[in-house]
Structures are given as structure tokens and as C-alpha cells.
């Protein structure tokens, strides 16, 4: 295991920065650079543009912070855990424990959502996340649609708060509301855009997930049943009562999914079902255009 490396108060930032990236770099952990920088930051509460042109200054009362930051990083602790927040879609997001760390992948997710909307000329959309977690989609369609409306529904009462948190801290608290309970049993109503990244990992996959993913992000997350495609064959089913005529369903799912979620759609009735992949070229978001 790298050790970690000591900080003192009078080492200047930038040899900081330098040798913290070095230490990630050696333990695997990479973008390097960046996660030294994002630890950096968050350590002294300096900018990037800050970090850059006072690069001489001291660390002073922030090696102590830095140390600590250091060591969780390189026991495996993800770094948007040890600073509290992501950025999500440009927005600063508080990641809370026990609720999923947003991924970056989930972007094309709202990139497609909102395509389609403008697309259809949809006006003042009314927007459905199912298992809206740390409220990442949610509040990134929101925030791009101003007219728009939305109800978020999750399980886990950890993620209800900080959907609720990161709402108000986007600004969106007046046009967002999260409902805890299980998937849509609870709900009534129609929704002109459905959206969701269930949980879709396979019983298999479960154990052999990379350990900083195992160790931090919640189980129920993560679990989509014994082959990862539970919560799409309940969607496939229940949506129907919830979109509305000329609606919209987007859905994340794991990059090997891509056609047997289509194929389980297509099989209860949905028509204009496609796949969009990620910026890795991998299939990464089932389109629904009813
Ligand atoms: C993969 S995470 C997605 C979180 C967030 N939407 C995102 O993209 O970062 C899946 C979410 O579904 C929630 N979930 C799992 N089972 C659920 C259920 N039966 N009803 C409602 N939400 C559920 C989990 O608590 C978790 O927040």
C-alpha cells in the first residue's frame, strides 16, 4: 500500500499538490492530478484559479486537513465522499452517506431527456425520477427547465434528505418534491417525462464490483435482482398508468443491458423504444417515445 505522504505547515501549496498527486498516481488512483486538486481545494477552501496563482503560499492550518483527506483517499475512500459534494450536470451537489455518489456517466441520461423534451415542444413538463437518490437528475432537469415540475421517489429515507437538501441548494425547492416510497406504488397522476437509473447490477456482479463502489455506495442502489433487470420488468408494467399520451420514459442501464431491456419493453407493448450510448460509446440509456 502507498504510504501516506506527511504534510507540514509551512510546505508551499503547490509542492503539496505535486506530491499528493504523485502518492494517488503510485496507488492507482487516477486522474491523479485532479484528485489532488479537488483534495487540495477542499482542504484550505481555495478555488482552482486560487490554487494555481498562490501556488508559493503556505498550507499552514490546512496540512492537518490535507493529511487526513490523504490518508481516506488512499485507503479507498472515493474522493466526492471525503469532500461531501459532486459536481452533477454543473451543479455542486451534496453527496450524503448512505445515498449513491452520482456518476458522471448519468449525464447522458439528462442529455437525453432534455433532447426529446424540446424535441416533442413539450411546455411546463411534469418530471417523475423513480429512485431519485442524491437528487442528481432531478435537479439537473429542473435546473435546465425553468418551466418545469418535478416529483422525486426513493426508498431510502437518507436519499428523500438529500434529494430535499440538494433542491434547496440548487434552488429548485419550489418545483421539486420527493415522496418516499416504493418505486410508484404510492403514486396517482401522469407524468410527461418518466425517468430513472434503477439499480441494475445482477446478484453475480454484486460481489466482484470494485471495492471503493462496494464499501461506500448503498446496497440498494446497487442490487437490481438476481439477473440486474428487476426494476426495468416492474417499469415495463407500471409506467403505463403513469405517462402521459405523447410521454416520455428515459432510463439508465448497465452497458451490457442495452437489448434486453429494449426486448422486455417491446414484449409489454412499448413502441419507440431506443438506445443512446455513453460518451464511452457504450449503451447507457433506454429511450421510450410513446
Ligand atoms: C442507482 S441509484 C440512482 C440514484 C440517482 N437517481 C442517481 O442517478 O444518482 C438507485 C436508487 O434507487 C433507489 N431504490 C432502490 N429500490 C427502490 C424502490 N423499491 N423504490 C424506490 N427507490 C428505490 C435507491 O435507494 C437509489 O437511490
Redesign the pocket.
Known sequence: MTETPNFAADEPLSAARRRLAAALSAAGKEPADLEARFLLEAATGLGALALLTRGDELLGGAAKQLQNFAARRLTGEPVNRIIGTANFFGLDLVVAPK??D?RAD?EILVETALELLARKGMTKPRIL??????G??LCALLDSRPDAFGVG????PE?CAATQINLARCGLAARGKVIR???AAALAGRFDLIVS???YISHAELGGLDREVRDHD?V??LDGGADGLAPYRLFAVELKRLLRPEGVVCLEIGWTQGAEVAALLSAAGWSGVSCRRDRAGRDRVIAVES
Open positions: 445515498v449513491l452520482p448519468t425520477d423513480l429512485g431519485v437518490g442524491s442528481a437528475i421517489v426513493d426508498l431510502s436519499a416510497g416504493d418505486w437509473n434503477p439499480p448503498p440498494l442502489a
